[in-house]
C-alpha cells in the first residue's frame, strides 16, 4: 500500500533540500512510538521500526521537536531489513500539544498533522463541560478542528437531548452522538473521515474510544476494557499512541485515555473556546479590564445579562491563571539555566587561565 497521505508542498520542499545531501531518504508516516523508537510506515506500505539519529536527538531544542505520531519523517532504511534512521522531522501542519505530565516546563506532543479532533464523552457518565473546554482549547490552538463525540448513546434514554444540552454548553464545535455498537450516529462523521484526512480520539479512558477505532476499522485491532461499576471509569487499554489506516483512506489515532488536559502556551486556543468572552471584552471601557469589577465591563455587563455563562467565565479565568502561572515558570526556569551556563562557562575559563598560568610557570 502507498503511503497512504501525500506530503504537503512544505514537507515536499524539506525532503527535497534534505536529499541534496542523501539522496537515499524516503519520507514515511510515524504510526506509533516507542519509549525511545517509532514505527514507520513505509512508502511501499511495508513498517519499520525506527531511532532518531543522534544529531536529530541533540539538536533538537526540546522533546516535542522528536517524532511524535503523525508526523512525516525523512528516514534512511537500510536494504533488506534492520532498524531505520530518521534523519529529520518535516514541517508539522498542526500539533496537538499539552504540558508534559511531569514537572518540567515542557510540550509533548498528542499527535501531529492532525485535521480533526475527536473528543469523546461518555453518555455513561455526566457530562464536564469543564473538560470539554480544555480539550477545544487544545484542538484549536493545535490548529484542528474539533468535534465534541458524545459515545454509547445506545446507553442512554435521549441522546439527542444530550446533544442539544452539550452544544449549549460548549459552543463553537459540532456535537455528535454515536454509539459503536449500533452504529447509530457514526454516518455523522463522514465529512471528517475523507480519504487522506488524520483524525485523533481524545479523551478519559472507558469512553469507548478503542471500542469505536476497531467499528471504523471493520476489525477487533485495538484492545477494549470494562468500565468499572462503581465510578464509571475505564482502566487503560490504549497504552501508547497508534495511527491506524481506515478502510475508506482517512488516518486514525488512536490514543491512550488522559485523566487531565493541562494546556501547554495556549491562549489562541482559550480564545477559541470562550469566542462569547473575548468578542464581549473587544466592548469593555478599558483596554486591560480584568471583568472583575471595572467600571463599564461588557463581559460582566453580558453575565448579568445572562448572555454568558457565569461557570464558564470562570473556567476561562481559570485556565488563564495557569496559563500565567506556566509561562512565570518557564521565565524561571529560563533564568536558571542562563545562570547555569554563565557560572560553567566561569569555571571553563578559569580552567583555561590556571592551565596558562601553570604553561608559563613550568
Excluded: Y
Excluded at 229 to 236: A, S
Excluded at 286 to 298: L, T
Aim: glycine residues 10%; hydrophobic residues 45%.
Amino acid at each position: 500500500m502507498p503511503l497512504p497521505c501525500a506530503l504537503t508542498a512544505e514537507q515536499q520542499s524539506a525532503l527535497d533540500a534534505l536529499r541534496r545531501d542523501d539522496a537515499a531518504l524516503l519520507p514515511a508516516l510515524v504510526v506509533r512510538e516507542h519509549r525511545e523508537a517509532v514505527l514507520l510506515l513505509l512508502p511501499d506500505g511495508a513498517e519499520r521500526l525506527a531511532r532518531p539519529s543522534g544529531r536529530l536527538r541533540h539538536g533538537a531544542a526540546a522533546p516535542a521537536d522528536l517524532p511524535a505520531v503523525g508526523d512525516r519523517v525523512a528516514a534512511e532504511v537500510p536494504p533488506g531489513g534492520g532498524e531505520a534512521v530518521v534523519r529529520a522531522v518535516l514541517p508539522r501542519r498542526t500539533a496537538l500539544l499539552r504540558k508534559r505530565p511531569d514537572r518540567s516546563v515542557a510540550a509533548q506532543v498528542l499527535a501531529a498533522n492532525v485535521d480533526t479532533v475527536l473528543l469523546t464523552a461518555s453518555l455513561q457518565r455526566e457530562f464536564s463541560p469543564r473538560r470539554v473546554e480544555r480539550a477545544l482549547a487544545l484542538a484549536w490552538d493545535g490548529g484542528a478542528d474539533p468535534v465534541v463525540l458524545l459515545t454509547k448513546a445506545d446507553l442512554h434514554p435521549d441522546p439527542a437531548g444530550a446533544a442539544r444540552a452539550a452544544a449549549a454548553a460548549c459552543p463553537g464545535a459540532p456535537v455528535v452522538a454515536v454509539s459503536a455498537v449500533s452504529g447509530a450516529g457514526l454516518g455523522a462523521l463522514d465529512p471528517w473521515l475523507r480519504p487522506g484526512s488524520t483524525v485523533a480520539l481524545l479523551g478519559p479512558s472507558g469512553e469507548g474510544k478503542s471500542t469505536l477505532a476497531n467499528r471504523l476499522l471493520g476489525a477487533d485491532l485495538q484492545e477494549t476494557g470494562e468500565v468499572r461499576e462503581e465510578d464509571r471509569r475505564g482502566r487503560h487499554t490504549t497504552v501508547d499512541r497508534h495511527l491506524l489506516v481506515l478502510p475508506g483512506g482517512a488516518l486514525l489515532v488512536d490514543t491512550p485515555g488522559l485523566r487531565e488536559i493541562a494546556l501547554f502556551d495556549a491562549g489562541e486556543g482559550i480564545a477559541a473556546a470562550f469566542a462569547e468572552i473575548e468578542e464581549a471584552a473587544a466592548d469593555c471601557r478599558f483596554r486591560d479590564c480584568r471583568h472583575a469589577g471595572e467600571p463599564g465591563c461588557a463581559v460582566e455587563a453580558a453575565v448579568a445579562g445572562g448572555r454568558i455563562d457565569p461557570a464558564r467565565l470562570e473556567s476561562w479565568r481559570r485556565l488563564l491563571r495557569e496559563e500565567s502561572f506556566l509561562a512565570r515558570k518557564a521565565g524561571i526556569r529560563a533564568l536558571w539555566e542562563a545562570k547555569r551556563e554563565r557560572r560553567a562557562h566561569g569555571r571553563m575559563v578559569e580552567d583555561a587561565l590556571e592551565w596558562k598560568r601553570r604553561l608559563r610557570g613550568g
